[in-house]
């Protein structure tokens, strides 16, 4: 028996959502397994980064003082679909559909993916400049992934600009540069690797209020309002 059969498939269930003149690419890996099989709870929404258990969409609304439904309703994703037109984002995650042993949202666990063909995106979608990574380069983030996919073009180097958090390095495409920019993961299961950051530490020292979500407002924001 084939044990690929046996695996769980999980689908990506959104294409790209690129508008038109997009300059920045927001890149992840996959949304969590029920938005595959279509269960969802009542305050997902049933788009990009729907999660009710993730923080994108939090992060997003406090940047540009937007108050975000977080509702299983079309109102919700056309809410989100206006925003990403008017602010010229694009989302396009690398995962196609991988397998799972385990069903569970951890990149850990992806298995045999089959990456989007992001240069060929790239190329159709000049006007982008930037992708901004939801997470890093450890096995199966949306950094991996990227580098893993760049081995197939030898002619696309990826050179680091600054190895501080966030990182930032750049590429060539046929002359154009475009940068990448790794994000600490929007997920409450990056929380502790936030906690444990100095600079998050020193904030928190001087505001007790201080959140994990705070953290990561201040690191997004330069990168999604230049």
């Not at 992840?28 to 049933?46: A, E, M, Y």
């Amino acid at each position: 028996m084939n044990k690929t059969s046996t695996l769980f498939i999980h689908q990506h269930p959104y294409p790209p959502f690129i508008p038109k003149d997009a300059n920045k690419l927001i890149v992840g890996t996959l949304p969590p397994p029920r938005f595959t099989t279509g269960d969802l709870k009542p305050n997902d929404v049933d788009f990009c980064y729907g999660s009710s258990d993730g923080q994108l969409w939090q992060i997003l609304g406090k940047i540009f003082k937007i108050d975000f439904l977080h509702e299983n309703t079309e109102a919700a994703i056309l809410q989100r679909k206006n925003f990403l037109e008017r602010e010229k984002i694009g989302i396009c995650d690398m995962v196609e559909v991988a397998y799972r042993d385990k069903i569970d949202a951890s990149d850990l666990g992806i298995l045999k993916p089959k990456l989007r063909p992001m240069i060929e995106i790239l190329r159709e979608n000049p006007s982008i400049e930037t992708l901004l990574f939801t997470g890093g380069n450890s096995r199966n983030g949306p950094e991996y992934l990227f580098r893993r996919l760049l081995k197939s073009y030898r002619d696309i180097q990826l050179k680091k600009v600054s190895l501080e958090t966030p990182k930032i390095h750049q590429f060539l495409l046929e002359g154009r540069s475009i940068k990448t920019v790794s994000l600490t993961a929007p997920s409450g299961s990056a929380n502790r690797a936030v906690g444990s950051m100095s600079l998050y530490k020193f904030l928190k020292s001087k505001n007790k209020d201080f959140t994990t979500i705070d953290f990561r407002v201040l690191q997004y924001e330069p990168y999604f309002t230049t």
